[in-house]
């Protein structure tokens, strides 16, 4: 396989989970209170969005690079 189908494959399969997923969310752990041993913590999620021109654009890259690869 052609290294250049290679990474339009994964610009393709980067675009659609960015397209299915619409951000990366992840958990942080915050100590709140520590009194001796006994300790209180605080879960908070965020959020990274990832807008869907960007997942877009990756997807038409990765098909640009595909027939690229096909057509040479």
Request: proline share 7%; net charge positive; charged share 15%.
């Amino acid at each position: 396989m052609k290294p250049i189908m290679l990474v339009g494959i994964v610009l393709v399969v980067i675009g659609v989970v960015s397209l299915v997923y619409q951000g990366i969310t992840y958990t942080t752990r915050e100590k709140v209170l520590q009194i001796g041993p006994l300790e209180a913590t605080k879960k908070t999620e965020k959020t990274i969005p990832l807008p869907p021109l960007l997942g877009g654009a990756s997807l038409v890259a990765g098909i640009v690079l595909i027939t690229i690869g096909v057509k040479k």
